[in-house]
């Protein structure tokens, strides 16, 4: 079992920068990829960034490409989603994931274990 707490949400200005930590609880962090989904009202859950279990590979969806980046710290059982330049259309609820295997990361449903989230909100 593994749990997931999100936190650094919060609301920020348009082109603004916010950073986003997930803590997992147990000692196997490192046994898991890990990835960020997020969900704005009234839309799905959109795939934001993944990470392997050693970090050396990460993934990201289109719309944060170039802008968002994650990394994790598995001493600290921690993963990061770093997000720049941020615009009106990244406010969502945030949520981190965790992934027993290491591939197909951009799929919500291979993840085994989710956070509650944490909102995100830009004004404009």
């Known amino acids: 079992q593994v749990q997931l707490v999100e936190s650094g949400g919060g609301l920020v200005q348009a082109g603004g920068s916010l950073r986003l930590s997930c803590a997992a609880s147990g000692r196997t962090f490192s046994t898991y990829a890990m990835g960020w989904f997020r969900q704005a009202p009234g839309k799905e859950r959109e795939f934001v960034a993944a990470?392997?279990?050693?970090?050396?590979?990460?993934y990201y969806g289109d719309s944060v490409k170039g802008r968002f980046t994650i990394s994790r710290d598995n001493a600290k059982n921690t993963v990061y989603l770093q997000m720049n330049s941020l615009n009106s259309e990244d406010t969502a609820v945030y949520y981190c994931?965790?992934?027993?295997?290491?591939?197909?990361?951009?799929?919500?449903?291979?993840?085994?274990?989710w956070g509650q989230g944490t909102q995100v909100t830009v004004s404009s």
């Open positions: 994931a965790a992934d027993r295997a290491d591939w197909d990361l951009r799929n919500a449903a291979e993840y085994d274990y």
């Open positions: 990470i392997t279990r050693s970090g050396v590979n990460t």
